[in-house]
């Protein structure tokens, strides 16, 4: 039987590495997880291993290179983002990943924003909030100021997902994707790498389309190794490589993402303020992007609701009202509203509602879900263009098939017709797809985005 050609995608995230192969219609035929123990840094701080990382790409190429039942055409990496990789100048690794909730001492950036203009306008321009080591710019910034031995003989920089790929095809490149989310090192205003990094003699590669492909020969076989991607970017791909009608994506799960890439309107100090910024997709340009902590706000109210009607961890999902009930419950407005009246509490746990005011579980849920929802929108709100052209949005992860969630969302937004989307490994498949026309000549028109229109 001839062996199926196959994509070969490393999705790495901070705690489960996967490996998955799609076949030439962006099928997934299969996928493997892993987890490795975390090991420490050069100070002790917890970090991926690296070592053991790449290890473990060597070893499962190796086996899908000698299958007989794939044959692997092309490889590419998706990984999280704000990690960096210090290489000398034989392109060797010198230094751990460094983890990027690693704390950033307050003494590094000690008069760093004061030369562009002060920090609040260092963050609009590079479209960013002050995150700390979140910012991978400013790793390099902490490297330089701490660790200057270190620091000096760094030849090479690279965001993690373009030295995995080089690990196979020796390039030392960039690519939008990974410069252009809260990295801090981009100028959104001049769409070019931010002067502090020349003021700082950092030297970064130039970056090529995240479509570019290198081939490099395995085991006698010639294949095609990408450049890597950023997951966030590559989750959006599916949907902004194949819409042929301007969207919003709401990407549900511990967070909410909500990504706009046809508001061209420029990041605002206020709307930075509010946990916006803005990142570059891949097809290089601006994506305005708000975020809410939906998922871990709803489980933690959850359990509170649980603990008080004695129900079991899945009662929550049995929980389908009539249509008509969450209409009638989005109709009494803001004023009706019982949870969260005065915003998120620092604990993320409501505690200021009367669980014993409901008269079942079903009741408080929808009471909850609904004043959830409506702070979903407002965070929705945010990424829309004054003048919004937006026709369609789509609803992808956990969140979509909740009954509540989405129909408050198709209340809410009227003028758009709402769909949930049905993609399972949305990171891994972006990977895909960036690349997968470049092999097989077409294969982007056999995508489906497992479409559901949500009926208000």
Known sequence: MKPTEVLVIFDIGKTNKKVLLYDNRLRLVLEEESSFPEVVDDEGFPCDDANLLEKWIQERLHHYQNSDSYEPRGVNFTTYGATLVYLDQYGKRISPIYNYLKPLPEQVLKGFFEPYGGQEEFSRRSASPLLGMLNSGL??????????DLFAKAEQILHLPQYLASL?????????TSIGCHTMMWDFDRMKYHSWLAREEINL?????????????????????GVGIHDSSASLAPYILTA?????????????????PFNKEPL??????????????????PVKSSRFFLGRIHDLNLERLEEHFFTDEEAYKRVDPEPGK???????GADAQLFFR???????VELGVDCGQFGS????????????????VQSIELVRAENDKTKHLYITGGFARNPIFRTILSLAFPDKQVYTSEVDNASSLGAALVMADKIWEGTSSHLDLGLRKVQP
């Open 139 to 148: 790793q390099l910034v902490w490297l330089k100021r701490t660790k200057p």
């Open 168 to 176: 196979l095809h020796g390039k030392g490149v960039s690519e939008h």
């Open 205 to 225: 590669p130039h970056p090529i389309p995240v479509s570019e492909t290198f081939p490099v020969v395995m085991l006698g076989n010639k294949i095609e190794a």
């Open 244 to 260: 042929k009608e301007a969207f919003i994506l709401v990407s549900t799960g511990t967070w909410c993402i909500n990504m706009n």
């Open 268 to 285: 605002t100090t206020e709307q930075l303020r509010q946990d916006c910024l803005c990142f570059l997709g891949v097809l290089g340009k």
């Open 326 to 332: 969450i209409r009638e419950l989005w109709e009494k």
């Open 342 to 348: 005065q915003g998120i509490p620092v604990g993320l």
């Open 361 to 376: 579980f079903e009741d408080a849920y929808s009471r909850m879900m609904v004043d959830l929802s409506l702070l979903v």
